[in-house]
């Protein structure tokens, strides 16, 4: 049974960092492509960094420079590193991963995956 849970969100004033931290179990993410995804409050779940399962990493422009998306395959473990923080990144976040081994395109689609993590709220303030 594949099980995804996040840690590390929390509450930073504006240029502060964060990193999250996704155990999974039942899987090895190396062979999968994974994400992460965040959800204001009235806003539409949207894809803050993926990676597929080639280890290659993507980001938005609108977070370039600022999140990053580490994976750990011996320890199973992925991560979004978040670096100077703003009001706009409050949210909560999600991490996911596909179903198929094979399946890594259109990481920002969120109904792409299967999996998902109960979330982590993160709070930036001004």
């Known amino acids: 049974q594949v099980q995804l849970v996040e840690s590390g969100g929390g509450s930073v004033e504006s240029g502060g960092s964060l990193r999250l931290s996704c155990v999974t179990s039942?899987?090895?993410?190396?062979?999968?492509?994974m994400g992460w995804f965040r959800q204001a409050p009235g806003k539409h779940r949207a894809g803050v960094a993926g990676i597929n399962n080639a280890g290659i990493t993507t980001v938005p422009e609108s977070v370039k420079g600022r999140l990053t998306i580490p994976r750990d395959n011996d320890k199973t473990m992925l991560y979004l590193q978040m670096n100077n923080l703003k009001p706009e990144d409050t949210a909560m976040y999600y991490c996911?991963?596909?179903?198929?081994?094979?399946?890594?395109?259109?990481?920002?689609?969120?109904?792409?995956?299967?999996?998902w993590g109960q979330g982590t709220q993160v709070t930036a303030s001004s």
């Open positions: 039942g899987t090895t993410i190396s062979r999968y492509a």
């Open positions: 996911a991963r596909r179903l198929y081994d094979c399946d890594s395109g259109s990481w920002w689609q969120d109904w792409r995956y299967t999996y």
